[in-house]
């Protein structure tokens, strides 16, 4: 059973910088994709940036230059780190997993955490 657990979120001022966890409680497939989530009040959920199992990342054009996914040691552990944030930024992230190849769409992805709410004033 996978589990996906988010932290690292919180309040902050324009420009600052906040990196965000997501523990993955397994990855039993070979091939998958991790991605970041975030969803504002009255939004659709978007696509933030994803990292598949070939170590190939993608981001949305919103946060090209500002945001970074990586993967930790060992592989279990999933981050983002967003500088120079904005107030536009404000939103619920989520990490969510799927077992192919990465897509943007919310709705082919598998796995969802709880989220973690990021407020940029």
């Known amino acids: 059973h996978v589990q996906l657990v988010e932290s690292g979120g919180g309040s902050v001022q324009a420009g600052e910088s906040l990196t965000l966890s997501c523990a993955v409680s397994?990855?039993?497939?070979?091939?998958?994709?991790l991605g970041w989530f975030r969803q504002a009040p009255g939004k659709e959920r978007e696509g933030v940036a994803a990292?598949?199992?070939?170590?190939?990342?993608t981001y949305a054009d919103s946060v090209k230059g500002r945001f970074t996914i990586s993967q930790g040691n060992p592989k279990n552990t999933v981050y983002l780190q967003m500088n120079s944030l904005m107030p536009g930024d404000t939103a619920m992230y989520y990490c969510?997993?799927?077992?192919?190849?990465?897509?943007?769409?919310?709705?082919?992805?598998?796995?969802w955490g709880q989220g973690t709410q990021v407020t940029v004033s």
């Open positions: 969510a997993i799927r077992w192919a190849s990465c897509s943007a769409a919310a709705a082919d992805y598998n796995y």
């Open positions: 397994g990855l039993p497939h070979s091939i998958y994709c």
């Open positions: 990292f598949d199992s070939d170590g190939d990342t």
